[in-house]
């Protein structure tokens, strides 16, 4: 059974820090493209990061690019989302996926398992 479990969201004032892990379980996860995803509220699903299998090349979101840096730990089995310079618009649930497709993986129908989500609450 694949399991993503998220940690590591909470209550953070803007311009600070944040570092999301996900750990992994129930799959190969050397040979899986992991992502970074958020709901705010009231708004749909957003692409935020991914990182992919092998070589491990990213892509960001433009929204965050130069803020936020997603990274894997196969050795682990974790991918972790380093969340700096914090503005409240990144107020969201934020999930992190797992897929077997090639190449950056920027939607969520790419995807084949997800975790439950952790909250993350940037205040102004």
């Known amino acids: 059974q694949v399991q993503l479990v998220e940690s590591g969201g909470g209550l953070v004032q803007a311009g600070g820090s944040l570092s999301l892990s996900c750990a992994a379980s129930?799959?190969?996860?050397?040979?899986?493209?992991m992502g970074w995803f958020r709901q705010p509220p009231g708004k749909e699903r957003e692409f935020v990061a991914t990182?992919?299998?092998?070589?491990?090349?990213?892509k960001y979101a433009d929204s965050v690019k130069g803020r936020f840096t997603i990274s894997r730990d196969n050795a682990k089995n974790t991918v972790y989302l380093q969340m700096n310079s914090l503005k409240p618009e990144d107020t969201a649930v934020y999930y992190c996926?797992?897929?077997?497709?090639?190449?950056?993986?920027?939607?969520?129908?790419?995807?084949?398992?997800w975790g439950q989500g952790t909250q993350v609450t940037v205040s102004s």
């Open positions: 996926a797992a897929g077997q497709a090639a190449g950056f993986l920027t939607t969520g129908l790419n995807y084949d398992y």
């Open positions: 129930g799959l190969t996860f050397s040979r899986y493209t």
């Open positions: 990182v992919t299998w092998g070589a491990g090349n990213t």
